[in-house]
């Protein structure tokens, strides 16, 4: 019979590998990942501004519409269903209804179909534009799976459209979510030193920092 994995007591999460000794009691087994958090916590160093800046922010969940969700209406996590999900969920004190009142161009970017989650109908129905990938010509996308465009796509997107919106003359706010740290984590290749065909977790967060990188370096040229 096959040995049941473990549970770990810390994050909830099962695991196969041999389990590491908690530092909180020096009895209680936890995950190797766990482990590794705790020790890393152990090490003596001086705090800086953004580790208290750490400590004051939470997760809401463990699903992306609940990090929408909070990020959008500033909400803790609330029982049963995301909001971005629930029927009649417009007209709410969103932060893009708060700017655009302010007079700002306010617009969601999603590197895949809006219509997902109900994003379309929540952010539309809120004071948001949407671009997403219905929105890119052919020639705008370079690669793309399931999920919707790579991330390096969506961030030249960003780009784009955020420097057409500057010509009015008005400010700007961009919501952006990308879609390639999501299985089946692909990416192009020849990005990073993990191979684009091994679809492996390390390989989209590893290709998503990239190209995070080269979308804060692009933006710094721009005139806004």
Known sequence: MKEQPHICPLCGRAYDEPP???RADNQTDICPRCGMM???????RRETPQDR???????????????????TLSLPPCPGQSIIKRPNNAGMHSAGALLRDKGYNVTYFYGGNSYFDNMETFFSGNGYDIVDQKSYKPEEI???????VCDEDAYRKVIRTLNEETRSGKPFFAH?????????FTY???????PNDSKSRAGGVLYSDYSLGRFFAEAARQPW
Not at 38 to 44: D, S, V
Not at 142 to 148: E, P, S, Y
Not at 179 to 184: A, C, E, F, G, Q
Not at 188 to 194: S, V, W
Request: aromatic share 6%; proline share 6%.
């Open 20 to 22: 590491a000794l908690s």
């Open 38 to 44: 705790e020790a890393l916590a152990a090490m003596p």
């Open 53 to 71: 800046t750490r400590r004051a922010v939470y997760a809401t969940g463990n699903r992306t519409v609940r990090g929408l969700e909070a990020v």
């Open 142 to 148: 370079t690669f793309a799976n399931i999920w919707g």
């Open 176 to 184: 952006v979510m990308t879609v390639s740290n999501h299985r089946p």
């Open 188 to 194: 192009p290749a020849g990005r990073i030193r993990i």
